[in-house]
């Protein structure tokens, strides 16, 4: 079996501890991943500050010169990522194929703002101790960060996290996924060609159990996560003077008034449910729609629902395969049973085969079924009616999560009301939550997360304020 080395310091490197990574949709071994530990940790740790230093000496243009080189090895080499990504993954391959597109934009629009990324003038005569005085703000760059990723963009939300900390100046260190790995180290590949100092990249798979070394150590100024509020909000509160960002679930809702363009919104929120088996935090998981246009949405919901086509990920048809592992479709089975032995009624779906879940339609929920309350990240969907739009508001707010919610009509002032009245990080009108263009603002309230994400806005997270008066 193949031996994949991890990148340490611009060298491959082979380590004793190893990890099997599977392919979820064959069930076969793909090849054996080394794994870092303490000394590989440290070394990291060590190489990753010398990087910076380096790093934060470069002119703009040279680090911009050096993210559009990785954005042009990974399109180069877009096939590889994307046999990499379905390999490990099982997503099927339209979303594949859109992933590693995201993922070049991703790097080169990192690029424009490594360009324009400045501080500003601060207005001081207001006072008289400021006559004839200047203030000038800048950001700084933090210096070491660790990123830890999850399996389901193997591509980009690594691109997520290493092109704003480069962009940014900061050097940084990837914990990929143990489930996906393979795909953070080709981007690796990539990076050792981009002419930027070489362990301004690191990327070091390793056991979780190695992470309060990570949280300990003073050398690593920010940790920037994605994963399960669960983790998420454990590592936030042991992470001291550490700065963190919190990427986490959510279970996001939809609202669809009487005024909505039916067809425009069930199609819409069909890809949003089950693109990639709703492994992903912005899935649309509850449905809110107006009774008027209750029954014919639904209808045509579970119809689409229903005729999707499950296949090989590899098949540019295939619109839904295996999810991650057979743990995770065994846990939402278990869900959704629970949910209908409580009254939810089954539309469509309820079955398991394996690692694969077929798209599922309830209705007749509770808010305490954890369908509804829980992060369900999986092929799964709930529907149920409203009267009121402020019903709808209220519906979408009763939850713990507050990462995107989506709102379909053709009411302006229902809109406006929408975004004042919605406890989440984005709200998103006339489109699914699901919608995430690679430049914006990305992050949620309440368990949903903790500063935000989106290139600039990440940079700003990854920076800090530094004033000179004279």
């Known amino acids: 079996m193949q031996t994949v080395k991890i990148l340490i310091g611009g060298q491959w490197c082979e380590t004793n501890e190893r990890t099997i990574v599977k392919n979820p949709y064959s069930g076969e071994e793909v090849c054996e991943v080394c794994k870092g530990g303490e000394p590989e940790l440290i070394r990291s740790i060590e190489l990753a500050e010398e990087s910076f230093k380096k790093l934060r000496n470069l ?15 990974i399109q180069s080499r877009k096939q590889d990522f994307i046999d990499s990504i379905i390999t490990e993954s099982a997503k099927p391959s339209i979303y594949t194929r859109a992933e590693v597109e995201r993922a070049i934009n991703t790097f080169n629009w990192a690029a424009g703002e490594a360009e324009r990324f400045a501080g500003e003038l601060v207005p001081i005569e207001t006072q008289p101790a400021g006559k004839g005085r200047y203030a000038i703000v800048r950001r700084v760059p933090r210096g070491v960060i660790y990123g830890i990723t999850p399996f389901n ?28 790995p ?63 960002t919190l990427e986490l679930g959510g279970n996001a809702p939809v609202i669809i008034d009487e005024t ?23 899935s649309v998981q509850r449905i809110f729609v107006q009774e008027k246009i209750f029954d014919e949405w639904v209808e045509k919901f579970v119809n689409l629902a229903r005729n999707l086509r499950r296949g090989d990920p590899r098949d540019e048809t295939t619109q839904i395969s295996s999810m991650i592992d057979e743990n995770a479709a065994k846990r939402i089975e278990q869900w959704v049973n629970e949910a209908v032995s409580a009254g939810a009624k ?8 394996g690692n694969f879940y077929e798209p599922t339609v309830l209705t007749n929920t509770s808010s305490e079924m954890r369908i509804v309350s829980e992060e369900a990240f999986a092929p799964v969907a709930v529907i149920e ?10 519906l979408a707010n009763n939850t713990k999560y507050g990462l995107q919610a989506g709102v379909f009509t053709k009411d ?33 309230v309440k368990d949903s997360g903790f500063g935000r994400e989106g290139l600039k806005y990440a940079m700003e997270e990854m920076t800090e304020i530094r004033l000179m008066v004279f």
């Not at 703009?60 to 990785?70: C, D, H, N, P, S």
């Not at 920037?224 to 001291?240: D, N, P, Q, Y």
């Not at 089954?346 to 085969?353: N, P, W």
């Open 59 to 73: 002119a703009k243009f040279e680090i911009a010169k050096g993210l559009r080189a990785i954005a042009d090895g």
């Open 153 to 180: 963009f193997p591509l980009n939300l690594v691109a997520h996290k290493v092109a704003p900390a480069i962009a940014s100046a900061n050097s940084i260190i990837i914990k990929p996924s143990q489930k996906t």
């Open 182 to 244: 393979l795909t953070a180290l080709l981007l690796g590949e990539v990076f050792l060609e981009s002419g930027l100092p070489e362990s301004a990249l690191q990327v070091v798979p390793m056991d979780v159990e190695l992470i309060p070394l990570v949280l300990k150590d003073e050398r690593i100024k920010m940790i920037s996560f994605t994963g399960s509020a669960e983790v998420g909000w454990k590592l936030k509160s042991l992470a001291g003077k550490k700065a963190i």
């Open 260 to 282: 909505a363009d039916i067809d425009l919104s069930v199609n819409k929120s069909v890809f949003g449910a089950f693109a990639y088996s709703g492994q992903v935090c912005i």
């Open 346 to 353: 089954l539309l469509c779906g309820g079955r398991r085969e």
């Open 385 to 394: 009616k409203f009267a009121e739009f402020d019903e709808a508001i209220s």
């Open 412 to 444: 302006f002032a229902r809109a406006k009301h929408a975004f004042a009245a919605l406890e989440y990080g984005g709200v998103i009108i006339n489109d699914v939550p699901t919608l995430r263009i690679d430049n914006m603002p990305y992050g949620g």
